[in-house]
Structures are given as C-alpha cells and as structure tokens.
C-alpha cells in the first residue's frame, strides 16, 4: 500500500496512530509480546509469517519506538524485542481488539483464547470510558471537537 | 495486501477483528461516522479519499454488518450508511487509538482534536481496564490463556 505522508501531520490522533503502526500484522506482533514474546524466531513460529516480513515489521517497530531492541536476559547472544512504554500505551487498543472480536465473531460456546486477571483468574471486564466525574460514556454521550 | 484467510478461523480474537477491519482507511470512515457523517460525499470531502476506492471501502464494512446503508434520514433520495450494534462496538477502538496518539505523537502544547464529554464539556478520561471486582489493571496484571 502506498504510504500516505498526510496521515502524519494530521491534527486528529487517530489517524496519526494509525500512520506509525502502518498495518494490522504490526498489532499481532505487538499482541504477541503482551504475551512474553521477545525472540525473532518465538515471534516468527507463532505467527507463521515469512522471515523477511517479520523482519521489516519489527524493524519498523523498532524505528516507530514500539520496541527497544536489547541483549537477550539470559546472558545468551540472541537479542530481544522489549515493549518501550509507548508500545505497552497499545494495550488498550489490543484489548479492545480481543474484546470487540469476542463479541462479534464468534458463536455461542465457540472457543477463543481469553484475557485474565492475574491475581483472581477472572475474566477482565469490558474497557469502560468515564467521565471526568466518573459516569460510563458510549459514543453518543461524546463528541470530537477541533483543534484550537 | 495479499487477503490473509488464516485470520478468519483464528481462535484468537485479536486477528479475527484485524481480519475484519481490513485496512487503517476503513477506521478513519468508522471515527468519521462516530462524528456524524453519513453520507458518501461528506465521507469523501472529510477524508480526501478517491471515490472508488471509498465505494469498495464502504461496501466492504456494510458486507461485514458494521455500516447499514439505509434511506436518507430527510425523505432525499440519498442514502445514508448508518453504525450498526457492531460497527458502534469499534468506539472504545477509535477512543484507544485516539488516546495513544494523543499520548504519543504531539509535542506539548501541539494543537489536536479532542473527545469529550457532551453533557459537561470536559475531556473524557484515558480507557479503564478494570477486574471483575474493580481494580484497574495495566498489561502486567493480565495472562492471555488459549481456548479450552
């Protein structure tokens, strides 16, 4: 796909988010190291892409300021893909992924992986946006307004 | 982009929806749709997209039931593409990208759009990722755990 440089003087957020992670398989390995994922070769058998895409995607990624590449924790010589805070900022965005694909993708008892607290084993709840005093917020309780 | 099948029968949820999505301009049409434009033309002025390929994006997210296309709402012979329940679930999305850019891509004090509360008139608050007895989680405190 062609790259659209006016994605990234755009004055709305979203579209620049959208310009830096630049296409969908970016978030699966983004997805992937919220699950521990750290190695080229971990990240290349789990998502079955070819070598030479992995590798320009991460490197991307790199570039974009999503991961840090360091050396391996174990002392070994391989090198790892860490999550630098603005790729663990994605979080949400993976979550509501995960959680808009679970209610409208599968069937009823259909089996998808799931997303639980650690301390209690339960499913986490739906992402819920707030007002600054607290109240629940759908898309009809808000509206964009320009830049200033 | 090569279509990715692989995607469609996914246990994982994530790249179900990624799959469904298709490509970045199809979000941008969904944030446009959040602000109330529901007609081609104003889709097309709004985005700055060539017309048929705004015509293949729109007919790709009705065949996936997130816009409904249906008479114009003022009895004109337009037609309208309405949210459906589904295509109205991408609004924690569009908030999370929204937020990551926010948080990430502007100097301080560059000027972007905002959301906020219509009632109150303030900014709305970052997305919440809460447990199911209420307290908030970051990436750390959550485990992915396969499909049974």
């Known amino acids: 796909m062609a790259k659209r440089t006016s994605l990234q003087s755009a004055e709305c957020p979203v579209a620049r988010s959208l310009d830096a992670i630049g296409d969908w398989w970016s978030l699966l390995i983004v997805r992937d190291a919220f699950d521990g994922i750290r190695r080229f070769g971990e990240f290349q ?46 979080f949400p965005l993976i979550i509501g992924l995960r959680q808009w694909g679970e209610a409208f993708f599968y069937e009823e008892g259909e089996a998808h992986s799931r997303v639980v607290d650690r ?26 307004v320009a830049a200033e």
């Open 45 to 90: 058998r789990n998502l079955g892409m070819a070598k030479n895409i992995l590798s320009a995607r991460l490197r991307t990624l790199v570039t974009h300021g999503i991961f840090d590449l360091v050396p391996a924790s174990d002392g070994s010589a391989y090198q790892e893909y860490v999550l630098t805070e603005k790729g663990k900022g994605l």
């Open 119 to 144: 301390e209690q084993g339960q499913p986490v709840r739906t992402l819920e946006l707030r007002a600054e005093d607290g109240r629940l917020l759908g898309p009809e309780d808000c509206v964009r």
